[in-house]
Antibody, heavy 120, light 107 residues
Framework: EAHLVESGGGLVQPGGSLTLSCVAS????????MSWVRQGPGKGLEWVSS????????IYADSVEGRFTISRGNSDNTVYLQMTSLREEDTAMYYC?????????????WGQGTLVTVSS | EVVLTQAPAALSVSPGERVTLSCRAA??????LAWYQQKPGQPPRFLIY???TRATGVPAKFSGSGSETQFTLTINNLQPEDYAVYFC?????????FGQGTKLEIK
C-alpha cells in the first residue's frame, strides 16, 4: 500500500520561498507520476503540478507557472516542490498525490498534507 | 480549462437512504473522471476512476456512471461514515480540474 509523507510547510512572508518534500514508500516509485494538489482554507481542491515517472513530463497550473518547480529523486523516493515568490493566495494545505499511471491518471493515494501559510 | 460543476453544493439525506451526486463537465472528458471522498481534517480518499471503476477496497455501495459530460456517483444505504464532501476530478485534459464539491449532510 502506498504511503506518502509530506514535510516542509510553514509560515513564510510574501515574496519568500519554501521547498516541500514528499517521501514515498510501499510501491515502485519510479513507475508512477506524482503530483501536488492544494486546498485553501475552507476551499476545494486545486491541482498544482505533476511530474512523470521518467521526469520527461513536468507541468504546472497557470497560477504557479514560473514560480514553482517540481522535481523527483527516483533513488530516494522523494518528490519536491520548490516554491518561490510566494503570495498570500498560495496559502493552503499542500497534498502529495500518487497518480495511477506513469505520466498521468487519477490520484490514487494521498499524503496527510503540509500546511503553507503566506502572511506578513 | 475544463470546468466541472457539481450540484447541489450541499445535500441533506437520511441514514439508510440512497443518494446520487452529479458532476457535469463543460466539454467532453470521455470516461476520464474520478470521485473522491473527503472528511474534515483528512486528505481525499480515492473512490472511483474511469467514471465507473471502484478503487481497491472501496465497498460496492459506491458506484459511478456516466461518460462525456455527465457523471454521477451513487451511494446506497447511507451510513454515518459516508457523510462527507465528495469531489469529482477530470484527468482527460491538462490542467486537471476538480468540481467544487458536494457536501453530504445527515438529515
Amino acid at each position: 500500500e502506498a504511503h506518502l509523507v509530506e514535510s516542509g510547510g510553514g509560515l513564510v512572508q510574501p515574496g519568500g520561498s519554501l521547498t516541500l518534500s514528499c517521501v514515498a514508500s510501499g510501491f515502485s516509485f519510479n513507475e508512477y507520476a506524482m503530483s501536488w494538489v492544494r486546498q485553501g482554507p475552507g476551499k476545494g481542491l486545486e491541482w498544482v503540478s505533476s511530474i512523470g515517472s521518467t521526469r520527461r513530463l513536468t507541468i504546472y497550473a497557470d497560477s504557479v507557472e514560473g514560480r514553482f518547480t517540481i522535481s523527483r529523486g527516483n533513488s530516494d523516493n522523494t518528490v519536491y516542490l520548490q516554491m518561490t515568490s510566494l503570495r498570500e493566495e498560495d496559502t493552503a494545505m499542500y497534498y502529495c498525490a500518487k497518480q495511477n499511471g506513469n505520466d498521468d491518471g487519477p490520484f490514487d493515494s494521498w499524503g496527510q498534507g503540509t500546511l503553507v501559510t503566506v502572511s506578513s | 480549462e475544463v470546468v466541472l460543476t457539481q450540484a447541489p453544493a450541499a445535500l441533506s439525506v437520511s441514514p439508510g437512504e440512497r443518494v446520487t451526486l452529479s458532476c457535469r463537465a463543460a466539454r467532453t472528458v470521455t470516461h476520464r473522471l474520478a470521485w473522491y471522498q473527503q472528511k474534515p481534517g483528512q486528505p481525499p480518499r480515492f473512490l472511483i476512476y474511469d467514471a465507473s471503476t471502484r478503487a481497491t477496497g472501496v465497498p460496492a455501495k459506491f458506484s459511478g456512471s456516466g461518460s462525456e459530460t455527465q457523471f454521477t456517483l451513487t451511494i446506497n444505504n447511507l451510513q454515518p461514515e459516508d457523510y462527507a464532501v465528495y469531489f469529482c476530478h477530470q484527468y482527460y485534459f491538462w490542467p486537471h480540474t476538480f468540481g467544487q464539491g458536494t457536501k453530504l449532510e445527515i438529515k
